[in-house]
């Protein structure tokens, strides 16, 4: 699957779920063996579960590596190239990936609007 079709499609999970602060990291420049961090937040752990079962239910690569599942404080899903980490909001302050890698933000209305542009030609 396209790294990009991956993004859109867990984007929209994550907002049919009610994720929050969803950010996409361009991370092809950067030393790590990733193309794409997808990062959201979940209120609490009962709402990061959702999340996280939403995607894992729903996404049709099978994911390589899962952790943090039963602390569900932050999850990581790894799918090779696109790596998702669902964070319940005080862990992802606590660890502040996005100003981590600021430079490496990109603007996720062109995945949500594809996405929306191909549901409304269907």
């Known amino acids: 699957m396209d790294d990009l079709l991956l993004l859109r499609e867990a984007i929209a999970l994550i907002e049919d779920k009610k994720g929050e602060d969803v950010i996409v990291l361009d991370m092809r420049d950067v030393s790590i063996p990733v193309n794409y961090f997808l990062i959201a937040s979940g209120d609490n752990p009962t709402h990061v579960k959702g999340i996280v079962n939403a995607l894992l239910s729903a996404l049709p690569l099978q994911v390589l590596h899962k952790e943090g599942i039963a602390e569900r ?32 933000m990109i603007d996720i209305k062109q995945f949500c609007c594809a996405t929306h542009q191909e549901s409304a030609l269907l």
């Open 73 to 104: 404080s932050w999850v990581l899903l790894d799918y090779g190239n696109v790596a998702i980490h669902i964070f319940q909001r005080e862990m992802r302050q606590f660890y502040d990936l996005d100003s981590l890698w600021n430079d490496c």
